[in-house]
């Protein structure tokens, strides 16, 4: 679906101009790597959606600009599989895992570099704006995945302080990229703002519809380790929430799972599932995205623009939330 998009084969064609040098070859070729597994380009689609939100008819002066968010997002990747110890991405061998971590350490710096790169080649009484956008978002990104970090280490995490991670670490980038878009538009600042809480809210949403997917996706269209975050026992939405219900009603399953060592993958992803059903954990989890969507659009509504010119991001958003993959 978004594969067809016509902004997607925009990004495509552009991104494929850029010639990466052959050698050192363990630096581009990891590049060269993530950016072949595509992804669904969601977040430059959003430049460009921002932009012609607002009547910019030229989309080639906005392609540098949604080409620096795409090498960013995918240098965060390169870094957050690391961290995670992720061995698939997209379905496939994520980079620390096809080469090393050194490899996609410098891989993943030389990507943040190219993304800056981008940026230069911008409007040039734009990149100021650009700048202060994309530096702020760039910073809180990584606020949120050491905050992510940090949960793991945590025995209590707070359902406010997992919506706050989320935020940072995967919601301000949707807002941001909108945000970039409208700045190349000539929006004012009050349409910028509400466009990009719409898109972190809509950022919120779907991290949670990814959390849920992670245990309830398919694993022929998902993409990555169905079951992933139980496994890893990454406290998500579906952990945090569970764990509360589970102390309130003095039933120790919960903490016995987490203790049992010797349980198979599988055996452990399945009580799991069963406790969430038990405790309806699965139906709150999709209670708690419709919150976020719903205030995505309200904000969405705020914008000072014909309904005509906000079509295509509620259709998107549509196809997020009720995406499969």
């Not at 993304?115 to 009484?125: G, M």
């Not at 910073?139 to 280490?153: N, S």
């Not at 809509?202 to 990814?210: H, K, M, V």
Request: aromatic share 8%; proline share 3%; charged share 25%.
């Amino acid at each position: 679906m978004f594969e067809q998009n016509p902004y997607s084969k925009l990004i495509s064609n552009y991104l494929q101009q850029e010639v990466f040098p052959d050698e050192p070859a363990a630096l581009y070729d990891p590049i060269r790597y993530i950016l072949s597994l595509s992804g669904k380009r969601i977040r430059p689609m959003l430049v460009l959606m921002g932009a012609r939100m607002f009547g910019k008819q030229n989309l080639e002066e906005v392609l540098p600009a949604s080409c620096a968010i795409e090498y960013f997002h995918n240098f965060s990747l390169i870094h957050d599989d690391i961290m995670d110890k992720a061995p698939l991405r997209r379905g496939m061998d994520t980079v620390h895992q096809k080469w090393n971590d050194n490899v996609a350490i410098l891989s993943g710096d030389a990507m943040l570099v190219k993304a800056y790169q981008q940026l230069s080649k911008c409007t040039p009484n734009k990149i100021p704006a650009l700048l202060l956008v994309f530096n702020q978002i760039a910073l809180e990104v990584c606020e949120g995945q050491q905050m992510d970090m940090d949960f793991e280490t945590l025995d209590q995490v707070s359902e406010d302080d997992y919506i706050t991670m989320i935020k940072l670490k995967t919601s301000v980038l949707l807002g941001g990229a909108l945000q970039m878009g409208a700045i190349l538009a000539d929006a004012n600042k009050t349409q910028q703002e509400l466009l990009y809480h719409f898109g972190v809210n809509l950022g919120i949403a779907f991290q949670l519809q990814d959390d849920y997917l992670d245990v309830y996706g398919d694993p022929s269209t998902f993409g990555k380790q169905v079951g992933g975050d139980i496994l890893s026992d990454k406290k998500t939405i579906l952990h945090i929430r569970t764990k509360q219900l589970a102390h309130d009603l003095g039933d120790e399953s919960f903490q016995e799972i987490l203790a049992d060592k010797e349980l198979i993958d599988s055996e452990k992803v399945r009580r799991m599932k069963d406790l969430y059903k038990k405790l309806s954990v699965d139906e709150y989890a999709q209670e708690v995205k419709q919150r976020y969507m719903d205030l995505a659009y309200q904000y969405l509504d705020a914008i000072d623009l014909l309904e005509e010119y906000k079509l295509e991001l509620r259709m998107l958003a549509d196809q997020l939330m009720h995406r499969t993959k």
